[in-house]
């Protein structure tokens, strides 16, 4: 089984500069392979960087498997509880979140994908603490391995506990890891209101790279516009295949 994934340090130095213009420098560009120099540099979390995972040896050619496409939108879940297990997946990433207003439409913040819920985390403060992760890790799974396609997301200012809070820029990393616990994907996304005196924003579209195959779990990190501020990330629409024994 995974070990729980310590978090070392999730918000490194605010980014020069930082402003909530368009202009906002989200750092350097992801090269395409990542060095632990260019992750120190670019102030990475160390959960991005190594991992302490210890695998039970699965037994992965004893029966047949099936590749199951999804696209879980969260809107068959009660909002304002954990997610958890849910299309094959574990999704180890706060709470489902439903929007503002009537029947869930967003009056300020993020507007999810498709209304009216969303998945929502928050920043990660404590040491110890686990990352927002999707796995395939937990009791009972099937699932051996998933690719992850692509992600709608946002950010608002503000605590995990509501959705009527003021868009925010941020940036937000993914790391993908191998069933041996190795880093083999990292990608980020930047995400910048277009408007800075809207109430509202829409999504953005976050498509992963080839990389991200044959993973056994996806760790994410969000860097807001300085390391002191209170944000909040929401995520709909995540699509992605599950290989999974019959």
Not at 41 to 69: M, N, Y
Not at 115 to 134: C, E, F, K, Q, R
Not at 187 to 200: E, G, K, R, Y
């Amino acid at each position: 089984m995974l070990k729980s994934i310590s978090l070392f340090s999730l918000l490194a130095l605010p980014y020069a500069g930082a402003t909530a213009s368009p202009e906002f420098w989200v750092g350097p560009d992801v090269p395409e392979e990542p060095t632990e120099l260019w992750l120190a540099e670019a102030g990475l979390p160390e959960v991005l960087k190594t991992r302490d995972v210890s695998l039970e040896d699965r037994d992965l050619d004893s029966r047949a498997t099936v590749k199951i496409p999804v696209v879980a939108n969260f809107n068959d879940r009660l909002p304002q509880s954990p997610l958890g297990t849910y299309r094959g997946l574990d999704f180890q990433m706060g709470n489902v979140k439903l929007g503002t207003g009537f029947n869930g439409q967003v009056t300020k913040g993020i507007i999810p994908r498709t209304p009216p819920n969303a998945l929502g985390y928050g920043v990660v403060v404590n040491l110890g603490d686990p990352s927002p992760t999707i796995t395939v890790d937990y009791d009972d799974s099937n699932a051996i391995s998933f690719d992850l396609h692509n992600f709608w997301f946002g950010c608002a200012l503000g605590a995990i506990s509501s959705l009527a809070v003021p868009p925010i820029t941020c940036v937000v990393f993914a790391g993908g890891y191998d069933t041996t616990g190795r880093r083999v994907a990292l990608q980020q996304t930047a995400f910048v209101p277009a408007n800075a005196s809207s109430d509202t924003e829409p999504m953005i579209l976050a498509t992963l790279n080839d990389d991200f195959k044959n993973l056994a779990d996806v760790i994410f990190v969000t860097k807001y516009n300085t390391a002191t501020q209170l944000g909040v990330t929401l995520i709909d629409n995540v699509n992605f295949t599950v290989t999974a024994k019959v």
